[in-house]
């Protein structure tokens, strides 16, 4: 019965130095986690036949069933188990077919630390979604995307001391369209800068390495969707209404005073709130555009909608997947509680503040919602985090791009 507490965690590898070393380098966590180890995928899945296991841990390539093949059949047969895959960076290609198959990407060889931080974060995912009904549901989604290739580079490069901005620089510029949209934003009007930067490196150093990490991230989301049919969403649409968010919401958490970690948190939250939407109407096209009829024809939030028809909204999906990709607490509450941010029981002003009251503004300063009513204002929770006064001044201030 112990042992069934205790967080099950299965690894599997071809390479008996490998399976032989993982044991010893994990050996503290014995009294926290089951685990189990198997040299070939057939094995594994016959292990989980007969035990739970929370968190499975593959390797990419493997003789005879290869790491993709049996993380879908983990998918479908045990589809509440969190799917982490680790493989060598250099192998692009492969990592990029496996989008919608893996929760989560981790470097081979990978820093222990970063493998026990990773698998404990796959333990909370149960608590974020309100019942196992739904983690099976999104868990299931075949078309669930992926940390870009890209953007675990650039993570990887900003975890070196020695690193500069040159050199992420020189690695966000081998992405042409990632290059032309980081000048884009920071010439913006938002930025309110006296001359125009022609640099990706002016540029870093201007912004900043968290939120060019961060907009390297939303970028390379939404660009594995533009292919796919979405239930009556525009990409653009939302990705304008995204970038808008992040800056508003960037905006009011600098205006606050509030410390850099919450500046960026709060920019990469507005820039993913609405990840849960990307999701939803990939996979329910047909579902999801009946989702906006319904909230037209019956003069209802979006959001109200989404519950009704699907029993959860884009929230709880974005949050969710946001979770096991490991990203800051802070990035993941702010998400999934954008709505209803009395969800969260702290009182002082943190991203979810900044990005709550941003979306709000954003949306209610559209010419045209298509008929849709735009969220509200949680005033309630302003209240509690001592910012009741502050929203007319916010919403005055994200009137015209202000000068940062």
């Known amino acids: ?16 130095a490998i399976l ?26 016959d292990l989980m036949a007969t035990e739970r296991f929370d968190v499975v841990v593959s390797d990419l390539n493997m003789p005879g069933m290869n790491g993709r093949e049996f993380l879908i059949h983990v998918r479908e047969l045990h589809p509440l188990s969190a799917r982490i895959m680790y493989s060598s960076c250099s192998d692009q290609r492969s990592i990029l077919e496996c989008i919608g198959v893996i929760h989560q990407f981790l470097p081979k060889p990978c820093p222990t630390e970063l493998l026990k931080s990773t698998i404990q974060r796959a333990a909370t995912i149960p608590n974020l979604l309100p019942s196992p009904l739904i983690r099976e549901k999104v868990s299931k989604m075949e078309r669930i995307p992926s940390l870009p290739s890209l953007y675990l580079e650039v993570v990887r490069q900003l975890q070196s001391r020695d690193t500069g901005i040159e050199e992420v620089a020189k690695t966000v510029s081998l ?25 990706i490196a002016e540029a870093i150093g201007f912004l900043g390495f968290e939120t060019v990490k961060f907009l390297v991230l939303g970028v390379g989301i939404f660009s594995q969707f533009e292919s796919r049919k979405l239930g009556g969403i525009s990409i653009e649409t939302l990705w304008q209404h995204s970038t808008r968010t992040a800056e508003g919401a960037r905006f009011l958490a600098k205006e606050e005073s509030a410390s850099r970690q919450v500046v960026d948190e709060a920019f990469a939250a507005g820039m993913l709130h609405d990840l849960g939407k990307l999701v939803l109407a990939s996979n329910f096209p047909e579902a999801y555009e009946e989702v906006g009829r319904n909230a037209q024809a019956k003069n209802v939030e979006w959001i109200a909608e989404e519950r009704a028809v699907f029993g959860f909204d884009h929230a709880d999906v974005g949050g969710y997947l946001l979770n096991l990709w490991g990203l800051p607490p802070g990035v993941v509450e702010a998400v999934a509680f954008h709505h209803f941010p009395t969800k969260s029981e702290r009182t002082s002003f943190t991203a979810l503040t900044a990005v709550h009251a941003a979306n709000v503004l954003v949306q209610t300063q559209r010419r045209s919602l298509g008929g849709i009513v735009p969220p509200q204002i949680d005033l309630l929770y302003l209240a509690k985090t001592g910012r009741a006064e502050a929203l007319e001044r916010w919403r005055e201030q994200l009137k015209e791009p202000p000068k940062i």
């Not at 112990?2 to 071809?14: A, I, P, T």
């Not at 070393?21 to 198997?38: E, K, N, Q, T, V």
């Open 1 to 16: 019965m112990e042992s069934q507490s205790k967080l099950g965690v299965l690894f599997v590898d071809d390479e008996p």
């Open 20 to 45: 032989n070393l993982l044991p010893r380098l994990l050996a503290g966590m014995r009294d926290h986690w089951r685990m189990s180890f198997a040299d070939r995928a057939e094995k594994a899945l």
């Open 175 to 199: 992405d042409l369209g990632m290059t032309a949209l980081i000048l884009k934003i920071v010439n913006s009007a938002f930025y309110g800068r006296p001359q125009p930067v022609s640099s």
